[in-house]
Structure formats: C-alpha cells, structure tokens
C-alpha cells in the first residue's frame, strides 16, 4: 500500500503534496458535465492557494470564521484550502440559485449568525453577489474578499499559518430541515483520520481516479472526493451536481472517459442512471475501470443495486464494485464500510421482526449491509430510551467512537454534551456519539434501518418509512421514484399513516384517484398498514436537501401546516 505523508494536519499536508507530487494533476474541471475547461497540478494548485491566503489574511486573524460562497468547483477548492493556509475556519455554504437567490439566503444569513463569520470569500458574477447583498443587509456588512482573482499576488515572505491537530478545520452544517442549521466542528486530526479510514478501506494509490459530481458543501463530495484526492495524491474530475441531475448521462459518460476508478453518491443517483438513461444514450460506455461504486447518505435499497447491475453489466459494470457504506458528518464521514471488491452484501429478513426491533433472516424482505466498523472505530446497538446494548440482533441506536468523531456543535454545549457525550448505562462506557440512526449488526455488518426520529408508529406498530416509501413509488407507473415521504400525523386524536408522492407530468386529473388507490393497496398488502391520507403533489413538490435527501419531517409540518399544494388543485387551475 502507498506510503502517505506524515502530516497531521490539512495544512501540512497541501504543502507535502506540492513537494513530492507537484507534477501530477490534481483536478480536471468540467462546467457543463462533459466539456474539460482547466485542470491544475499539485504544485500549481498549491500557489493559487497561497495567492489567496495572502489576501485573506488581510482581513483575518487566525480562528476566524469564513464564508465560502463559490458555486464553481475551481474557485471552492481554491477557497476552501486556502482557508486552511490562512488558519481560519472555513464555513461550506450552499450557494442559492441565481434566479432564487433571495429566498435561498436564509440558510446562510443563520449560518452566519450561527459561527459568526468576519469574511466571505466569494467567486462569482458581480450581479449574484449584489442580489445576495440585497437580500441579506447584514451579510453585505462582512468583508467580503474576491476568491476568483489570485493573478499577481505577491506572495513573497507568506507562510502557512501554525495549524494543530487539535484545531478546527471547517465547519460543517447540518441541513437545518427541523431546526436552526448546526456547525459541527471538524478538526484537522479528524480530517486526516478519515482519509486514512478511507484509503485503508480502498487500497487506493496515486494512480487512482476519481469522478465526482458530489455538491463541494457536502461532506461526502468534499471529504470523500476532493479531500481524498489530496490525501492519495491521485486525480479527481469535477463536475456541478445540476449538470448531473439534468443528465445522469454525463456522470458515466465521464468515468468511461477518464477511466475512473472511483465514484459514487446516494442511492438516489444509480436510480436517476437507471430511469432516465435510455439504452441507446448507454452505447458507448465502458465502466470497467471502476472498483469502488460507493453508495450512501441515504437508505441503501437492495432493489436499485441489483437494477443498476443488471442495466450496466453490458457496459463492463462489475457487481463486486457496488460499496455501501454509512456515515454522518458527526463522525467526519464515513463510520463504516465493507473491503473493496466484496460487493453489496445483502440480507433477506422477516418484516414483522423487523419493525418489532428484531433482525431475523429468512423473510422476503432484502436490506443492504453498509458495511464493518474499520480503524479504531467502536460501534454499540444502543436502546435509545434506557441506554443499555441491545442483545445481538436486536435494533437500537447507532453509537460510534473513534478519532475522526467530531468535536460538537460550534457554540452549542448542551447540545453537544446530549449527543456526543453518550455513555452506556451501567458500566458508563464512553463518550460515544448519538447518531439518532437506527440499525442492527449481522455476522460483523451494520444493517441501518432508519432513523429514529423518522420511525412512523400506527397502532402500536414500528415502520421504517422508506420501506413504506419504496412500496408506494412502485405502485403505479406515473408516481415518480425517489419522490415520495412517508410519515405519522395525528388526526382526530390518532396517529395516521401519511404519505406525500410526486405525480409525473403525465399525470392527468382522471389519473389521480386511480393513484391513490394503488398506493393504499401495496402499501396495505406488503406492510399492513392502512395508510390514512395519500397526499398527491407535482413535480419537485416534495421537499428535499440540496443535496437530493427527503427532508421528511419538513414534509410533515408542511402537510400539518396546510402549505403543500395538492396536485389536483394545480391541474384544476391549469385548465
């Protein structure tokens, strides 16, 4: 296996891999998707990193927060490293469509409030930038600093700002879907542990490569690929996640092209490859060079592997590639994951066990395992109310330790204490971090079956939603897959099943009830539950992360609140 440099912190490490791998291309930039604009070596990255730090530090001192408001890949890597030459704290933020922007800064106006930043470093046309001024007076008041111009900086006399290992990196929030966003506080020794986590688990060397069109905001687009890249010394290709969603095409077309060996993202993206691609547009593609198809941040269905399988073997595609595995940016990223080239191990279970909190194989419904606990991680099954293990093969709450946990919620400390500072009851094992997931381990491999919050309980009975979810998207042809929530609401002073599904475009009135019926039977047939309302809405009417995650519980107060806008009464309207 490759020798890594030993550095401890991210900032030792740019400067390392100028040095011994300045030569290499570090990244290859594409725009649109498919058409190569730029790349950058080692060595030249690293002095546009140092241009930019040099301005930055005009502005700063040391453990500053920083904005980073770039929506394109050059100009956030840029901005991103040098943040960490500059030794302030890099705050990730998403930036708002242009023609949205107004409403889209609200998340940021919390977010900047929340760690408050000083600086923004931002990159982008001069008419963006004053829209977002507009819309948020008090971000117009932060400094903010040009992160796309670093020609003719003199960098003479400039050195790196002494970093710790100890020391907060970046911060990453959370998507704020049911309450204000937190930071979590993501330190250098973190950082650097789970990049060695990640390589370890890959095998990976500098003659790897990655294609990725994973948000750059993201910890898994940022961590897991672009991070990665610079830790391995290997090669990444970057392209916008729109220019994905528009046409999941591009994304393969790409690890054909640069023969990527390494790739991936949600479960919902393999779905996208399998339902929007035709197979003429698959002509052509040769994905044999991929080893590691990664799959996670969302529920892992079994349904989507073994269709993507079965559409791109023809193309080169080896099962053995698929990787599941499950993380959170509580722990930096990734918590656990299989060796590579094993494939997806998979496991057929009762259902009724299942939602009574008990594993036992043999049924007919198939989960994903999301692989093993791997250097120095501890994982318990935890009952969530009482604290103690739960007996093998029973369900419980995930909790993880090791030393890429991060170190808590920027300027929250009670929060913190209630979710990083777990023990377990009895013999106060400990601190471990609450997940608030739910899952059960198998002969070594975590199986995640929700989350806890999510839990959908009707007549005294435990249903994972995504199982219910996954049931109603496939009862009836114009319900559009990855599109639907599932979720429990009161009503007449009982719990009932609810749930939400995007209808196609297709989709006419007559077409509606019809709907509706379908769902309520596959849903009564497989889980045995009657669902109480099937709410119908169109196209992009359930919510969702910018990243492309069901944000159910934003779902549910939307619902309860009256704010979703029925499907019916859209078509109504419309004639």
Known sequence: MQTIPK????????????????SNIAYRFLPDGEHESHSLTF????????ALATRLRRHTEPGDRTLILAPDAGDFVRAFLACQYAGVIAVPVYPPMPFDA????????AIARDCGAWTVLFAGHEAYRDIIREAAPELAELT???AGQVAGVDTGGFAPAPVRPEDVSFLQYTSGSTSLPKGVMVSHRALMHQEELILRAGGFTADDVIVSWLPLFHDMGLIGNVLLALYVGCEAVLMPPLSFVQR????????SRYRATVSGGPNFAYELCVRRIPPEDREGLDLRSLKAAFNGAEPVRAATLEAFTEAYRPHGFDEQALYPCYGLAEV???????????????LDVDLGALQEGRLVTGGDHRIVGSGTPRLHRRLE????????????????EIWLAGPDVADGYWGRPEETEATFGARIAGTGEGPFLRTGDLGAMHEGNLFVSGRLKDLVIVGGRNHYPQDI??????????VRRGCVIAFSAEHDGAERLVVVAEVKPAAGEADLDDIRRSVRTAVSSCHGVQVGDVFLVDAGGVPKTSSGKLRRRTCRAAYEGGDLVAAARQLEGAL
């Open 248 to 255: 999941p095409i591009r994304w393969l077309r790409a690890i």
């Open 102 to 109: 107004r409403r889209g800064t609200e998340t940021i106006r």
């Open 381 to 396: 099954i935890v009952d969530p109310a009482t604290c103690e293990r739960v007996p093998p093969g029973g369900v419980g």
């Open 332 to 346: 930096t990223l990734m918590a656990t994951g299989s060796p590579l080239g094993t494939g997806a191990v998979m």
């Open 7 to 22: 550095a401890s912190t991210l900032t030792e490490l740019i400067a390392l891999r100028a040095a011994e791998s300045g």
């Open 43 to 50: 060595a030249e990255l690293e002095l546009e990193i140092r």
């Open 144 to 146: 903010w600093v040009d």
């Open 469 to 478: 979810e996954a049931t109603a998207e496939v009862a009836h042809p114009l």
